[in-house]
């Protein structure tokens, strides 16, 4: 009997891909559809899950860019604390691909509105990053002149980036009713002052989020033509979720509709791919538990795994230290590792009583 | 009344004995100890009986040598003044080298800011990340050392800016002093270190006392006058520093830091 099954790889079967194969290595969950090389420029933005990408690639001698690198004489916890380094450009945690989409936008055509500028006690925040300046800034016209450095210089960076890996985090948000501008976290969370008529819940859909992964590619293009772009879906749960729905099922659906998203978009896009990082994280076939006792936060053992399998299938391992960076390792004895990433949807967490 | 003080510090505890030697008088009712001792000698001491003890020989040493004592009896004072130890604009110019903040005349001249080699900072990050780097200096760590053995007041006079001779010939290691000088800078880059300094002195429990405004120059500089003739830190105290030298200051401004430290115990409320 002939049957299209016959002659398939062994990756195609649970037997031979996930029973009874090296769940450590998983060979041929993550075939690259590109070329990451040492000599291959990176740029890194999404949720808090995504630092560990930039971070593992240094680690591994990658080049990840830096649009605004911190002073060469600023500690590195201080730097961490005003959102330096954390992602190849200083925007903060990037959870929704219309946020994405939407920085993209203002950096190729727009510049800072002063619309966008929060003001609380005397203190001006960036909307669209208020946890970068944690005392917030002086003026209004000092996070327009911020904003629009960071602008330009993410502008400058992209132009240089032969690789943009994203990673989906959350696919709810809160839009600015009278522009479609989206929010990395709730008006008056972090800075801002939440108007129930100004301010609307948005949970994107599928479809959504897969027009916003096209703009964003587009939009990339523009920076380099040949730029490729790797996407991924954070493991993380929710902080909260405002759909009235359990967090779990609200996690559930958000990171099924991410990648199922995520999926089509690289299924039928040139020049994208998908690295399964979410996979290996959350199925029971990866082994685990992966999280730590707060079932949010990844062991950095599951972060390890994770990239030494992206780094393996590129190539990069070998000569790679085996450990992470000295400021991983020291996070190690602290007892929450939350602190180790910057995660601005944490905060959400203040309000669960 | 007698207002009795130990002076701890490192080199730049030498302009202030200096001082003291040379005109006691000018105190009157003020009764110094001065313990100073090289390197990070002054955090290898423990806490015994009330007293400052030194914890190895090297420190015992200093202590014998240049303070004439064994160890310091805490509860035989009225104050601590930790002196120098590393706290200096320094700090600042290192974080100046390669970023500028708002209100520096130069940040506001400039049209493209994105293009410039000297990134954007805010006021506040470049402050925090002076403070960060001065909290991991002799001064900072001396003092939380010292206030967990005594609730008394403790204060921390500013290291000398380094010495207006550079402006007649420059130096490589204060490249960042010549750029804020030429650019305008010098006053901000100043009192964004006297901020810095003030914070994290206060986070330690003491209280910061600036340099000596009459012996600064261009707001970076300490003024010739109270640099030349400096004393090196030995036991006689009669070792000129090298005529290269640009970071001690000497018995001149060891008096007006002496002034400040009589005048700041004075208040009420002093750290």
């Known amino acids: 009997m002939s049957h299209p099954y016959v002659g398939m790889p062994p990756e195609a079967f649970w037997k031979t891909a996930v029973a009874e194969t090296d769940r450590e290595a998983f060979p041929g969950l993550y075939r690259p559809a590109f070329a990451i090389t040492h000599d291959t420029t990176v740029a890194t933005a999404g949720s808090c899950f995504a630092q560990h990408i ?21 500690p590195e916890p201080v730097a961490q604390r005003y959102g330096y380094s954390l992602f190849s450009g200083r925007y903060g945690n990037v959870y929704t691909a219309r ?36 005392e917030g800034l002086d003026s209004a016209e000092e996070v327009i002149l911020h904003r629009n450095y960071h602008l330009e210089r993410t502008s400058r960076m992209l132009q240089q980036a032969d690789v943009f890996v994203f990673t989906l ?107 399964p990082s979410y996979e290996i994280v959350t199925h029971p076939a990866s082994g685990g538990p992966w999280f730590e006792p707060n079932l949010r936060s990844v062991k950095i053992e599951a972060v390890e795994k994770v990239m030494a399998i992206f780094l393996e299938a590129h190539g990069l391992l070998d000569g790679a230290p085996a450990e992470p960076s000295q400021s991983t390792e020291q996070n190690e004895d602290d007892s929450d590792s939350e602190d180790d990433l910057i995660c601005d949807d944490l905060l959400l967490q203040a309000f669960a009583g | 009344m007698s207002l009795r003080v130990c002076f701890f510090g490192n080199s730049h505890i030498a302009a202030l004995r200096e001082a003291w030697r040379d005109d ?62 590393l706290i200096s604009v320094a700090t600042a ?7 500028r903040w708002v209100g520096l005349p130069s940040l506001e001249a400039k049209h493209d800011l994105a293009a410039g080699p000297e990134r954007l900072l805010s006021y506040a990050a470049a402050r925090a990340s002076m403070q960060a780097a001065m909290a991991t200096r002799l001064g900072p760590k001396f003092v939380t050392h010292l206030r967990a053995m005594t609730d008394k007041p403790i204060l921390l ?66 003024a010739l006058p109270y640099m030349n003739g400096a004393k090196r830190l030995t036991a006689r105290g009669n070792l000129p520093q090298p005529k290269d030298d640009i970071m001690h200051a000497n018995a001149a401004y060891g008096a007006l830091v002496i002034d400040q430290v009589v005048s700041t115990l004075g208040d009420k409320g002093s750290a």
């Open chain 1, 99 to 134: 946020q994405m989409r939407q920085l993209l936008e203002e950096v190729a055509d727009g510049s800072a509105e002063h619309r966008f500028v929060w003001e609380n006690d005397g203190r001006y925040r960036d909307a669209f990053r208020p946890t970068v300046e944690p």
């Open chain 1, 54 to 74: 930039g971070r593992y690639l240094r680690i591994a001698g990658c080049t990840v860019l830096d649009a605004e690198p911190p002073p060469r004489s600023m």
């Open chain 2, 157 to 222: 006079t500013s290291q000398p800016r380094v010495s207006a001779a550079i402006k007649a010939k420059r130096r490589s290691v204060t490249r960042a002093h010549h750029t804020a000088l030429s650019n305008g800078d010098a006053e901000g880059l100043s009192a964004i270190f006297e901020d810095a300094a003030a914070r994290v002195i206060a986070e330690c429990g003491a209280r910061f006392v600036p340099q000596p405004a009459p012996t600064i120059e261009d707001h970076i500089l300490t």
């Open chain 2, 93 to 99: 110019a290192n974080t100046y080298r390669d970023c």
């Open chain 1, 169 to 275: 985090g959350l696919t709810e948000a809160w839009e600015d009713r009278e522009t479609g501008r989206v929010f990395p976290i709730c008006p008056g969370v972090a800075g801002g002052t939440f108007d129930p008529d100004q301010h609307v819940f948005r949970n994107f859909t599928h479809a959504e989020i897969l027009a916003d992964l096209y703009a964003i590619q587009a939009q990339l293009r523009r920076f380099n033509p040949e730029m490729k772009l790797l996407v991924t879906v954070s493991p993380v749960p929710l902080t909260a979720t405002a759909t009235g729905q359990h967090v779990l099922e609200a996690t559930s659906w958000s990171k099924a509709t991410l990648r199922a998203a995520a999926g089509e978009f690289v299924a039928q896009s040139k020049d994208a791919a998908y690295f």
């Open chain 2, 24 to 85: 006691a008088a000018r105190w009157p009712g003020l009764e110094p100890s001065f313990v100073g001792a090289h390197k990070d000698l002054l955090l290898k001491t423990v806490h015994r009986n009330g007293r400052l003890v030194p914890s190895g020989n090297a420190t015992a040493d200093a202590f014998r040598r240049l303070g004439g004592v064994e160890d310091v009896d805490l509860g035989a004072f009225d104050a601590f003044v930790v002196t120098g130890c």
